[in-house]
């Protein structure tokens, strides 16, 4: 029905960037947001970014000024711009789309498949 799938995780030294993207494919009538989630191991998932379709940004509060999430509404598209990484950035990173289909009334959260970020020397 609805597809997200994630490209651009690896491995990089601290102090490197990483640029996630994500695309939004399938039966979507429209896209209210996206954003990203992550979660290392042992922990909780948490939101780093999230973008709204009329623009509206918001940060996790250990990556602003590093992270810059961008939105392309024609192309259904988002991306993570990753600067100034640090290790505690290590986790896997989830695209996720309030996205409402073809069929639906409301929007419904649809995620990724995840891509791992690893930061290490």
């Known amino acids: 029905q609805v597809q997200l799938v994630e490209s651009g995780g690896g491995l990089v030294q601290p102090g490197g960037s990483l640029r996630l993207s994500c695309a939004a494919s399938?039966?979507?009538?429209?896209?209210?947001?996206m954003g990203w989630y992550r979660q290392a191991p042992g922990k909780q998932r948490e939101l780093v970014a999230s973008?709204?379709?009329?623009?509206?940004?918001n940060y996790l509060d250990s990556v602003k000024g590093r992270f810059t999430i961008s939105m392309d509404n024609a192309k259904n598209t988002t991306a993570l711009q990753m600067n100034n990484l640090k290790s505690e950035d290590t986790a896997v990173y989830y695209c996720?789309?309030?996205?409402?289909?073809?069929?639906?009334?409301?929007?419904?959260?649809?995620w990724g498949q995840g891509t791992q970020v690893t930061v290490s020397s």
């Open positions: 973008c709204t379709s009329s623009g509206s940004t």
């Open positions: 996720s789309a309030a996205i409402r289909t073809r069929w639906t009334r409301s929007a419904s959260a649809f």
């Open positions: 399938g039966s979507i009538f429209s896209i209210n947001s």
